[in-house]
């Protein structure tokens, strides 16, 4: 997922070990790719910011490497059916892994919010110092203007006396 820049959109490729491309996307805000890796090595992970050469960009990705190990001991062996207390942690476990998903998704949301308020404060600060130095200027403009009709012009004293 794209957290601050731009458009939010970066685009993504990931080649496996042997060169060949296994994900290809493009100007994607966020994805979920689930892969089974057939090929031992080294996996090649690309983000691109090509398209946008001015605005960088902040990526949060994130790999769940292996199948998750089994909660209760034996449970892919067992035969018999689970105990109410058994199925109860089963429950519990699921609804915890959707708890730690939609923390996940909330902390990315608070970043990206972050990153959109401090742009927001950067742009209002130099738009206020902006608006305080033409303030500045008329002011000055208005009293030397003012003061202008106020003052007497003299005649210059180079002519005759009576």
């Not at 600060?125 to 303030?135: A, H, N, R």
């Not at 208005?142 to 005759?160: D, H, I, N, Y």
């Amino acid at each position: 997922q794209v957290i601050t820049g731009g458009h939010y959109d970066v685009d993504c490729h990931v080649e496996d070990p042997n060169g060949r491309t296994i994900y290809k996307e493009t100007k994607k805000q966020y994805d979920s790719f689930p892969h089974r890796t057939e090929v031992q090595g080294v996996y090649t992970f690309c983000f691109s910011n090509e398209f946008s050469t001015f605005s960088h960009k902040t990526v949060y990705f994130d790999f769940q490497v292996g199948d998750e190990p089994p909660i209760l001991p034996d449970m892919s062996n067992r035969v018999t059916a689970l105990t109410q207390m058994e199925s109860a942690c089963v429950t519990i476990h699921e609804a915890l892994n959707t708890v730690i998903d939609s923390q996940t998704h909330y902390r990315l949301r608070e970043a990206q919010d972050r990153s959109r308020a401090e742009d927001l404060n950067g742009r209002v600060s130099y738009w206020s110092v902006g608006e305080t130095l033409i303030l500045f200027a008329v002011s000055i403009g208005q009293v030397v203007l003012l003061k202008s009709f106020f003052t007497e012009k003299r005649p210059g004293s180079g002519g005759a006396g009576t």
